[in-house]
């Protein structure tokens, strides 16, 4: 029985030497990562968000973190943008923990088969291999939160990639 979910796309990371421009741009973005995680009321606030729709997302997670980023926001040039990478970052840690506590939920219901637990997951759409069902076999609570994170600065998320909204108006000249 495969459970896998098939990627349609290859993503690749690599290892680069981060140009002195983007330094301090990354710094204040990590810098509000980093306040908005360690920071127990906004946390909290965060794992209350039922994630929908991208822009319901993007407007619950600014209403939960809008102060902490308005600190920072002068830091870089252009703060919608990397207000959408920083947030687009946070809605995947909010991701990645609602699919954490569907596998908890279900192997605290399956009564102790692994095999049972990926096929009701499975019927979620939640695709977990075994290695992963019998680590979260030893958790004694669901996973909150984290308290850090490492900023990744994608930019290739923009606006059509994260949000379908409308493009932004740009200074380019259109041909």
Same mark, same amino acid.
């Given at each position: ?26 710094? *204040?973005?990590? #810098?509000?990562?980093? +306040?908005? =995680?360690?920071?127990?009321? $906004?946390?909290? %606030? ?65 009564? *102790?088969?692994? #095999?049972?637990?990926? +096929?009701? =997951?499975?019927?979620?759409? $939640?695709?977990? %291999? ?46």
């Amino acid at each position: 029985m495969g459970y896998r979910k098939k990627k349609s796309t290859l993503t690749r990371a690599i290892k680069i030497d981060m140009p002195d421009e983007l330094r301090p741009i990354y710094d *204040g973005c990590q #810098a509000a990562l980093d +306040e908005i =995680l360690s920071t127990d009321s $906004v946390r909290t %606030s965060l794992e209350q968000i039922v994630l929908g729709r991208s822009d319901a997302n993007r407007a619950s997670i600014k209403a939960a973190v809008g102060g902490v980023w308005s600190k920072y926001e002068a830091r870089v040039p252009t703060p919608s943008w990397y207000e959408r990478i920083l947030f687009r970052h946070i809605e995947n840690m909010l991701d990645s923990r609602k699919e954490a506590v569907a596998i908890y939920t279900v192997i605290n219901t399956s009564g *102790g088969s692994l #095999a049972q637990a990926q +096929e009701t =997951l499975a019927k979620m759409k $939640v695709y977990v %291999s075994m290695t992963r069902l019998k680590q979260a076999e030893k958790w004694e609570s669901a996973p909150p939160l984290p308290s850090k994170s490492v900023f990744v600065m994608n930019m290739a998320d923009s606006d059509t990639a994260i949000y379908p909204w409308p493009a932004l108006p740009s200074s380019a000249p259109t041909s």
